[in-house]
């Protein structure tokens, strides 16, 4: 499986931003997809995450109600749209993606096997 995801970029606080990521090589739709993110100097967190059905979501505290995951099989996309952003949101976001284990909570980085190569949001103040 390839991630490339699309893109970042610098938006102001309060403001929202979509992120993107495209997935190519294997059967999309059955996978659970995440994403995550990681801020200078700080570990990769959990984001949000959907799974295969896309009809099971689930997400960080620190973005629910403001974060929405979504995904497109047609397409084999899984987008994040990102409302009401805060300057503590910056980091560089990354998508991953996993097939379904039993077992998994998909909170981990460890329990995705896939991951895209990453793209900077800036939130200013």
């Known amino acids: 499986v390839q991630l490339a995801g699309v893109w970042g970029g610098l938006v102001q606080a309060g403001g929202s931003l979509r992120l993107s990521c495209a997935a190519s090589g294997h059967t999309f739709s059955s996978y659970v997809m995440g994403w995550f993110r990681q801020a200078p100097g700080k570990e990769r967190e959990f984001v949000a995450g959907?799974?295969?059905?896309?009809?099971?979501?689930f997400y960080a505290d620190s973005v629910k109600g403001r974060f929405t995951i979504s995904r497109d099989n047609a397409k084999n996309t899984v987008y994040l749209q990102m409302n009401s952003l805060k300057p503590e949101d910056t980091a560089v976001y990354y998508c991953a993606a996993a097939p379904y284990r039993l077992g998994r909570s998909y909170y981990l980085t460890s329990d995705y096997d896939y991951w895209g190569q990453g793209t900077l949001v800036t939130v200013s103040s």
């Open positions: 959907i799974r295969w059905s896309g009809f099971s979501t």
